[in-house]
């Protein structure tokens, strides 16, 4: 019986939120005041850490873990990513082709080359420059350095490796190091370059 009030709740009472790409009905409620843009995302099926929804046209980062349900439902905590870091598209080199798909040739009979640059990828992420904290685990960072904590996926991992730079808040940084303890978070420390 309360299973079908919750879910008589969440029908009527809920609002659609993405949660990565994907529609679901959430109940969003306020926690305590903080620094940071936060919310506890209620919902009937499972949401995990590191997910990222979109509520109102902005993006959150689940920052709680969720294994099991609390009254009938799922409660995570989410918050607010306060940048979205941008890299460059892939770059093939590639030659030119007709519209049959054949080879085009310069007049000396070479291939013309061409480059195709790819669409550029956005990357919602939360960066600190102080302390950052999960389930009361802290981080702290040197003066010159940044947390940045992004969702745990084979394009992120490969955009944040060790020593790569990424241009951020009119600076470059390199990332020294690559946390993947908190599964479906990768958590870096970046320092300024």
């Known amino acids: 019986m309360f299973d079908m009030d919750v879910q008589f709740l969440f029908e009527s009472m809920g609002q659609v939120v993405l949660v990565n790409d994907k529609e679901q009905k959430a109940i969003i409620t306020n926690p305590q005041m903080s620094a940071n843009e936060e919310r506890y995302l209620h919902t009937m099926d499972c949401v995990t850490l590191g997910h990222i929804v979109t509520l109102d ?29 941008e890299f460059a598209g892939e770059v093939i080199e590639d030659f030119m082709r007709d519209a049959d798909g054949n080879i085009v040739y310069d007049r000396l009979g070479d291939p013309i080359t061409i ?33 940045v904590i992004a969702q745990d996926n084979k394009v992120n991992r490969g955009k ?31 320092e300024r370059v």
Not at 66 to 82: D, G, L, Q, W
């Open 115 to 147: 480059t195709i640059v790819g669409d550029p990828i956005f990357i919602p992420a939360i960066v600190e420059n102080k302390t950052f904290s999960i389930a009361g685990s802290q981080l702290l960072v040197a003066e010159n350095q940044i947390i």
């Open 160 to 190: 944040f490796t060790v020593n790569n730079t990424l241009s951020l808040m009119d600076n470059n940084w390199k990332v020294r190091n690559q946390d993947r303890t908190k599964k479906g978070l990768l958590i870096l420390t970046c």
């Open 57 to 85: 046209n902005e993006k959150f980062l689940v920052v709680s873990e969720t294994v099991t349900k609390r009254h009938s439902k799922y409660k995570s905590k989410i918050r607010h990513c306060n940048y979205t870091i």
